[in-house]
């Protein structure tokens, strides 16, 4: 059975900074690519960012740009998403997320992903 658990959200000022973690199980980690997405209300879920497998290769989306950093540690069978300099606009429900599939162009689209974490809450207070 595949599992992906998230944490590390919260309630943060902006200008501030959170390391989100997903721990995976039932997959082999070191050869999924992973991502995080985020949903805010009213608005459609969106990639935040991806890496491949080995980490060789990582996406993220242009309004995180410079802010977030994605990385794996496969021994842990975790993936994190470090962001700072956090911006009310930033507020979400963020969800780990698994692809079977090799890392190609279709990595950046919701798709590709076959698993879903239950999704952490990050709020960014002005």
């Known amino acids: 059975q595949v599992q992906l658990v998230e944490s590390g959200g919260g309630l943060v000022q902006a200008g501030g900074s959170l390391r989100l973690s997903c721990a995976a199980s039932?997959?082999?980690?070191?050869?999924?690519?992973m991502a995080w997405f985020r949903h805010a209300p009213g608005k459609e879920r969106d990639l935040v960012a991806a890496?491949?497998?080995?980490?060789?290769?990582?996406y993220r989306s242009d309004s995180v740009w410079g802010r977030f950093t994605i990385s794996r540690d496969n021994a842990k069978n975790t993936v994190y998403l470090q962001m700072n300099s956090l911006k009310p606009e930033d507020t979400a429900v963020y969800y780990c997320?698994?692809?079977?599939?090799?890392?190609?162009?279709?990595?950046?689209?919701?798709?590709?992903?076959?698993?879903w974490g239950q999704g952490t809450q990050v709020t960014v207070s002005s």
């Open positions: 997320a698994a692809s079977r599939r090799d890392w190609n162009s279709a990595s950046i689209t919701v798709s590709a992903y076959d698993y």
């Open positions: 890496i491949s497998g080995t980490g060789d290769h990582t």
């Open positions: 039932g997959i082999t980690f070191s050869s999924s690519v």
